[in-house]
């Protein structure tokens, strides 16, 4: 079947600007989770909905992001006034069981942003 | 806060060897523990899971647990080139449903 699907795949923008980052996950995934990955790095955890409500938004950096899921599908990352520290790869990833000791979480592609 | 931490290479083997990938933990609350795989350029691919002590074998691949060490690992036998890659380790911590991940060891196998 298909899996997460993420887009745009790239996306530049310049300082200051509105972005949004678009997730479909795994059909039949009910969680969802949002991180971002710097070169050299591991992804790092930004935010995980659980349907429709946002379970967990510690991850996030500031007030500048924010995320929803507003059919418990679809998942929009939003991020205002953009800077050059927000530069890398967003990844999209879905769950089908979060409350099983699995949680297996499988990604999409990412979004590799760029902040001129 | 939690950790968790990985050599980060590079690690090189010839093909054929067994790749021996490391890993170790902060929180001995964790619950779950990832291997996942990384190709230059693309996304993170799951390759094992593991949530109890000992091994668990999958193909040419091992994963090992110590949750006494707070230590996992991951074993790749017969080497091959296409193993040449980033392997990132991600632990579960106690409730938390989202994953931390290490920084990763990129292997090279050498033909």
């Known amino acids: 079947g298909a899996g997460v699907s993420q887009t745009p795949s790239n996306k530049v923008t310049e300082k200051g600007k509105y972005v949004e980052l678009r997730c479909d996950p795994i059909s039949g995934h009910t969680a969802l989770y949002w991180y971002r990955q710097s070169l050299g790095q591991g992804p790092e955890f930004l935010i995980y909905?659980?349907?429709?409500?946002?379970?967990?938004d510690s991850g996030l950096p500031n007030d500048r992001f924010f995320a929803v899921r507003p059919e418990g599908s679809v998942s929009t990352l939003k991020i205002q006034r953009t800077e050059r520290g927000d530069s890398a790869v967003y990844l999209c990833a879905s769950s089908p069981n979060p409350s099983g000791s699995a949680n297996e979480q499988f990604f999409g592609p990412g979004t590799r942003l760029t902040v001129l | 806060q939690k950790e968790v931490e990985q050599n980060s290479g590079p690690l090189s083997v010839p093909e054929g060897a067994i790749a021996s990938l490391n890993c170790t933990y902060s929180d001995r609350g964790s619950q779950s523990f990832f291997w996942y795989r990384q190709y230059s350029g693309k996304s993170p691919e799951l390759i094992m899971s593991?949530?109890?002590?000992g091994d668990k074998e999958d193909g040419r691949f091992t994963a090992q647990l110590n949750k006494a060490s707070q230590y996992v690992s991951l074993l790749i036998r017969d080497s091959q080139p296409s193993d040449s890659a980033t392997y990132l380790c991600?632990?579960?911590?106690?409730?938390?449903?989202?994953?931390?991940f290490g920084s990763g060891t990129q292997l090279t196998v050498l033909p």
């Open positions: 593991i949530y109890s002590n």
């Open positions: 909905f659980q349907g429709t409500g946002a379970a967990d």
């Open positions: 991600a632990v579960r911590y106690g409730s938390a449903r989202q994953l931390t």
